[in-house]
């Protein structure tokens, strides 16, 4: 398995409070993906990066913000968290970002918002 | 926008059945196609993968996939499903974009 690891693997907090969740690689992979996956729609991007300080956004990045720092750390963070945010996340990494590169996962953040 | 659509929410079979789960996918262009699987509490898995050249691609697990560009389809087979086959599945593509998008899953179910 690709090292990917993510923190924490799962968090209860409450409605407005803001939260972090860490995706760290040890690939040394340029690209790095952030997905939600829920129950009838699969998993979908929020955010993704293609190298330090750049990122760009998914199909359903309202609420959130992304920063990556260093090439082994990506973070997702939900300003104020909302009941709807309740997900489990995926970190995903790619080595080329192209369409003939596979993403590999880590193993999840469940988070549940109250 | 590109889509993909997996008709088959949740199926359910008896050990030994063959499986076949359908893939529909929007782009008319050049396509690369994933099958990923999860396991019950686990990450996504790669299953198979489809760029070029033979329509037909075998992957893990005695898994296999069939690209029919004129159906924009990419269907999972397994001849003979187990128990421990009992996971979601989900079929990928890459837009124009370069983002992989996923189909909304299926689950399957095997009965032992």
């Known amino acids: 398995d690709a090292g990917i690891t993510q923190s924490p693997r799962h968090k209860v907090t409450e409605t407005g409070t803001p939260v972090t969740l860490r995706c760290h690689q040890t690939?040394?992979?340029?690209?790095m993906y952030w997905y939600r996956q829920d129950p009838g729609h699969g998993l979908r991007l929020i955010h993704y990066?293609?190298?330090?300080?750049?990122?760009d956004k998914g199909e359903v990045s309202d609420g959130y913000s992304v920063s990556r720092s260093k090439t082994e750390d990506f973070l997702l963070t939900l300003e104020s968290a909302t009941s709807s945010q309740t997900s489990v996340y995926f970190c995903?990494?790619?080595?080329?970002?192209?369409?003939?590169?596979?993403?590999?996962f880590g193993n999840g953040t469940r988070l549940t918002v109250t | 926008a590109q889509s993909v659509s997996q008709h088959n929410h949740h199926v359910i079979l008896s050990e030994a059945a063959s499986l076949e789960l359908g893939c529909n996918y929007s782009?008319?262009?050049?396509?690369?196609l994933f099958w990923y699987v999860q396991y019950p509490g686990q990450h996504l898995q790669l299953l198979l993968k489809?760029?070029?050249?033979?329509?037909l691609v075998k992957g893990i697990k005695g898994f296999e996939a069939e690209f029919i560009k004129s159906k924009f389809s990419f269907n999972l087979r397994k001849p003979s499903v187990q128990w421990s086959d009992t996971a979601e599945y989900f079929c990928?593509?890459?837009?124009?974009?370069?983002?992989?998008?996923f189909g909304q899953g299926t689950e399957l179910s095997v009965k032992p």
């Open positions: 690939e040394n992979h340029r690209y």
């Open positions: 990066s293609y190298g330090v300080k750049d990122t």
């Open positions: 990928a593509v890459y837009n124009q974009g370069g983002k992989l998008i």
């Open positions: 782009y008319g262009g050049t396509v690369n």
């Open positions: 489809y760029f070029s050249g033979d329509p």
């Open positions: 995903a990494i790619s080595e080329r970002g192209k369409d003939n590169s596979p993403l590999h």
